[in-house]
Nanobody, 123 residues
Framework: VRIVESGGGSVQAGGSLRLSCAAL????????WSWFRQTPGKEREGIAS???????TYADSVKGRFIVSRDNTKTSVYLQMNSLKAGDTAMYYC??????????????????WGQGTQVTVSS
């Protein structure tokens, strides 16, 4: 199974980006999916989750600005990022979770991370 993130880029503060995540080789349709981000020297942090039934959870830092969605028919997960700030600059990753939040506290237990997609927001 391979996870592939895409859609990152460089934008000015206030702009928007839409990230995509695809799981190749498995459906993971019965898993929660979460988005994480990481900056150099800091631990990977969970920012958004979407459960099988569509229920979503957001970190306070992105609540009201980011929207997570999923398409089980395509085994894809998306992250719409609006009103971007310089503090959103990071490498973004996605991962399946047996239950939402499992990896948020312990991202190190997951070994199938993709290559991530870089988001750079200039002020």
């Amino acid at each position: 199974v391979r996870i592939v993130e895409s859609g990152g880029g460089s934008v000015q503060a206030g702009g928007s980006l839409r990230l995509s995540c695809a799981a190749l080789g498995d459906t993971y349709s019965e898993y929660c999916w979460s988005w994480f981000r990481q900056t150099p020297g800091k631990e990977r942090e969970g920012i958004a989750s979407i459960d099988v039934d569509g229920a979503t959870t957001y970190a306070d830092s992105v609540k009201g600005r980011f929207i997570v969605s999923r398409d089980n028919t395509k085994t894809s997960v998306y992250l719409q990022m609006n009103s971007l700030k310089a503090g959103d600059t990071a490498m973004y990753y996605c991962a399946p979770e047996a239950y939402c939040g499992r990896l948020w506290a312990r991202p190190g237990v997951f070994t199938g991370w993709g290559q991530g997609t870089q988001v750079t927001v200039s002020s």
